[in-house]
């Protein structure tokens, strides 16, 4: 690891100025991605900002008849909060299913929005990775890419997002506040947040250096049957090889998403609008412009399954 200063933040606005101040600083709660990265020399920031103290803990309702999840709301605590468990289970499920106890204890809501891609190449500083050193190719094109992605993919990319939480919030449709340096703050769509790697897939979101999340919003409650399944390869602390996060109502119709397929959590509003029609007509629009590799081809049929499995589930 190398050397970086350290700065603990007493407030929102100490700790954007900190981030201006700096090139390449970093913020940090729980750590668990970040430090990990830093180990690694794969991140190497000069500048730590710490922001556990900011109070940025706390879920709280809004007028809207949603809730406020804080940024530094712990992964165990919102999976347990009473209104997460009755209101948006999918969340609360999503939550539970991904990474350790002890992790979850530690990981924050925002940490686990932004926490970077988990491709092998990207580990492996001997390999080529465009994601980790811009230009420098893909290694993961001709690699061993069997947990990567087949859609929102390009040339230079194929690495997934490897979020559980983020597929849920993108299902339900939460947004994203914001604050900058100079006060300005922002809302912004979940699915906004992440970027398609194109031809930078260094950049993976639309944050701006100094930018820091304060909240995650959900709107009012969706009702209707909310079921996460995650298919990986073994049964604990493994990413998902495919995850569906879905809101199913009475009569069929509802919103669907999908997780461990692209660079971001996927979802598709044409294929909500053919859930009623059946996971084969659903998959079909959520994959219309997949491209996939010899390897992970099997991701097209086992999206439709495990989707079938969803929708069997929530008629029952």
């Known amino acids: 690891m190398r050397a970086f200063s350290y700065q603990r933040a007493s407030s929102i606005e100490e700790a954007a100025n900190a981030a201006v101040g700096t090139e390449g600083a970093k913020f940090i709660a729980g750590g668990t991605n970040l430090l990990d990265l830093m180990k690694l020399e794969i991140e190497?920031?000069?500048?730590?900002?710490?922001?556990?103290?900011?109070?940025?803990?706390?879920v709280e309702p809004t007028p809207e008849g949603g809730l406020r999840i804080g940024a530094l709301v712990r992964n165990t605590d919102l999976a347990a909060d009473e209104r997460i468990r009755r209101d948006y289970a999918l969340l609360s499920r999503a939550?539970?299913?991904?990474?350790?106890?002890?992790?979850?204890n530690r990981a924050t809501t925002a940490g686990n929005l932004l926490q970077r891609t988990r491709c092998p190449y990207f580990y492996d500083t001997n390999q080529p990775c465009n994601k980790r050193q811009p230009g420098s190719g893909c290694a993961a094109l001709a690699?061993?890419?069997?947990?990567?992605?087949?859609?929102?993919?390009?040339?230079?990319?194929?690495?997934?997002?490897?979020?559980?939480?983020?597929?849920?919030?993108?299902?339900?449709?939460?947004?994203?506040?914001t604050v900058r340096a100079d006060g300005a703050t922002r809302s912004i769509p979940i699915a906004e947040l992440h970027r398609l790697p194109g031809d930078t897939p260094h950049i993976e979101h639309v944050l701006e250096r100094s930018e820091l999340i304060t909240?995650?919003?959900?709107?009012?409650?969706?009702?209707?049957?909310q079921i996460y399944r995650k298919v990986r390869d073994r049964a604990s602390y493994a990413f998902a090889l495919v995850s569906v996060g879905a809101v199913v109502h009475p009569d069929g119709t509802g919103r669907v998403a999908?997780?461990?397929?692209?660079?971001?959590?996927?979802?598709?509003?044409?294929?909500?609008?053919?859930?009623?029609?059946?996971?084969?007509?659903?998959?079909?629009?959520?994959?219309?412009?997949?491209r996939p590799t010899e390897q992970n081809a099997f991701k097209l049929t086992l999206v439709e399954r495990t989707?079938?499995?969803?929708?069997?589930?929530a008629r029952e």
């Open 215 to 225: 909240a995650v919003v959900l709107p009012k409650p969706l009702g209707g049957k």
């Open 307 to 313: 989707l079938s499995a969803v929708l069997a589930e």
């Open 95 to 104: 939550l539970l299913a991904g990474a350790s106890a002890q992790l979850r």
């Open 258 to 290: 999908i997780g461990g397929i692209a660079p971001k959590p996927w979802r598709e509003e044409a294929a909500d609008n053919e859930l009623a029609n059946g996971a084969k007509a659903a998959a079909a629009k959520l994959l219309a412009n997949a």
């Open 143 to 177: 690699g061993f890419n069997r947990q990567l992605a087949l859609v929102g993919v390009s040339d230079a990319c194929i690495a997934s997002h490897p979020s559980d939480m983020a597929v849920a919030m993108r299902a339900l449709d939460a947004s994203v506040e």
């Open 44 to 58: 190497t920031p000069p500048h730590l900002i710490d922001v556990k103290g900011l109070g940025l803990d706390k």
